[in-house]
């Protein structure tokens, strides 16, 4: 069957990356949630920003906050659930049904500069089962929107509400520690599972049904203000996952997910994850890939492929060849699957390609004949010490200041030496008066640099919101496993941004900016 790929014009964009969990709001629960999305995104179109891309908002591990620690590959996390918009919850009395102890754990988590993530876990937990069981007593679903969506989506919603319940029965242990019969998925087993924790699947189905009803009205808000939502989408799903549990022939375990060695590791990278058998994917002609792809199309108007050499190429490792291998083997082999898979993605929403790190010259040439556009990071796109001028990338490919994963560009700016600040100001035509560029993080140098990315040739232009305002607060520091990481949120409600004079220069000075770049109309 032959996939066609489609490619996706915004034309020239600009937009802005903040994780849904960094929003604050006077009414969330120490996170951030779909209830504070309407204002950010009024406050974005204002800012003359036409994109919001943000990390996974994928299901997570109770004890793991890592957005891209995931337990299935469908659904929504339900801590970005605003529970002041649940009915049962404001009808059932609202934060007067939480304990003493809950309520001033609430209210510590609201007032915390990061998340505090155990706080948050136990009380919004308690809240959204508190709002269940009076959805439960009620005996109404008007409308039978939730039977009609446990309907549409038991393909994938069957095996991870089953999952999410096993799992809390089983005291979170990993799902190859179940009773044997559920662990090897034995329909009698099965079966018996399902009906002894009714109660607690049709718990978990609930809340992704509350979950993608709240998305579908932040869906609503952004067509109706012309911003496009950006996506995360993870390479591979954890080994302890419903995806992993209900699909083995897929997401196989007796091997483990990683990368070569390269100049940054001499052994390179065990993840201990699961690795992809995408033979047996295309014997079944790609079909959990597939839904996988069209269930975050319909989720999304662009959305972020992560790790995207990995659909060409695995780095694997098990008892053979301790210290890893490729699969598929051959080069020719590898570039016709990432091109066929990549093909598949591109059917009914945009992509954007993380081609990071140490990537085949064939991947970025694959990907470049089918319009499909990869990163540009302003600070590793150079040869040497010689930095690329942005008004010579590629059209198709979105330029940006760092990552998720990078620090600030203050912290990045500050560190360089002389010579190594020189060079880019040499390279980038906006630090032109600039020379030499002075050693401290200037609001001249700031806006220089924003200037530069937005200028760029590339169609999108996505930046972090930190380097927006210059602050140098990271979301996460790779290999580290702190308390700060993916903890990240704004510094003050989405109702009082405006009104935040820091903030509203900022948004002032973005909106120039993306206007003089040709951007604030997509022309």
Not at 369 to 384: A, F, S, T
């Amino acid at each position: 069957m032959q996939i066609r790929a489609t490619m996706f014009d915004t034309g020239r964009v600009s937009g802005v990356l903040l994780p849904v969990f960094s929003l604050r709001s006077r009414d969330d629960f120490g996170i951030g949630d779909f209830g504070a999305a309407d204002r950010w995104i009024r406050f974005l179109r204002g800012a003359g920003q036409r994109l919001w891309m943000m990390l996974p908002l994928l299901p997570t591990a109770r004890g793991d906050v890592s957005p891209y620690a995931t337990r299935s590959a469908f659904g929504l996390n339900p801590l970005f659930i605003h529970l002041d918009s649940v009915p049962e919850y404001r009808d059932a009395g609202g934060v007067s049904t939480l304990s003493d102890e809950e309520r001033w754990l609430l209210e510590e988590a609201r007032a915390a500069h990061r998340v505090k993530y155990p706080s948050v876990i136990r009380v919004k937990w308690a809240a959204l089962w508190t709002a269940f069981r009076r959805f439960e007593e009620r005996g109404t679903d008007p409308g039978g929107r939730f039977e009609a969506y446990q309907r549409q989506s038991a393909v994938w919603l069957e095996s991870y509400a089953l999952y999410a319940a096993m799992a809390e029965d089983q005291e979170q242990r990993p799902w190859w520690e179940w009773p044997r019969g559920v662990r090897d998925r034995q329909p009698q087993a099965l079966a018996a599972a399902a009906d002894r924790l009714a109660n607690r699947i049709r718990f978990h189905a609930w809340l992704q049904f509350v979950a993608q009803e709240q998305w579908n009205s932040v869906r609503a808000v952004a067509r109706e203000q012309g911003v496009l939502l950006a996506g995360d989408e993870p390479f591979i799903i954890g080994q302890d996952s419903a995806d992993t549990w209900a699909n083995p022939r897929y997401l196989r375990r007796d091997a483990r997910l990683g990368v070569p060695p390269d100049e940054f590791s001499d052994t390179g990278q065990d993840w201990g994850l699961p690795y992809f058998d995408f033979e047996a994917m295309e014997r079944d002609d790609w079909g959990w890939l597939r839904l996988r792809a069209l269930h975050a199309a319909a989720d999304y108007d662009l959305r972020r492929v992560d790790h995207a050499v990995g659909y060409f190429r695995q780095w694997i490792r098990d008892e053979k060849t301790p210290k890893g291998r490729f699969l598929p083997p051959d080069e020719p082999v590898q570039q016709r699957l990432g091109e066929r898979i990549f093909r598949l993605f591109s059917e009914g929403s945009g992509i954007v390609a993380e081609d990071l790190g140490v990537v085949p010259p064939f991947v970025r040439k694959t990907l470049a004949e089918l319009q499909i556009p990869g990163y540009r990071v302003l600070r590793w796109e150079k040869d040497d010490r010689v930095y690329r001028n942005p008004h010579g990338f590629p059209e198709v490919s979105l330029v940006t200041t760092g990552t998720h994963d990078t620090e600030t560009a203050r912290e990045w700016w500050e560190a360089l030496d002389d010579a190594e600040r020189a060079a880019a100001s040499e390279a980038w035509p906006e630090f032109e008066g600039l020379r030499p560029p002075p050693a401290q993080f200037t609001p001249e140098v700031h806006t220089r640099l924003l200037a530069a990315c937005e200028h760029a040739a590339s169609r999108l232009c996505v930046l972090p919101w930190q380097d927006v305002l210059g602050e140098t607060e990271r979301i996460n520091l790779p290999g580290s496993f702190g308390d700060a990481n993916w903890a990240y949120r704004i510094a003050a409600p989405v109702e009082e941004l405006e009104g935040r004079e820091d903030v509203r220069e900022a948004a002032a000075r973005l909106r120039s900016l993306t206007q003089a770049a040709g951007r604030l109309t997509g022309a």
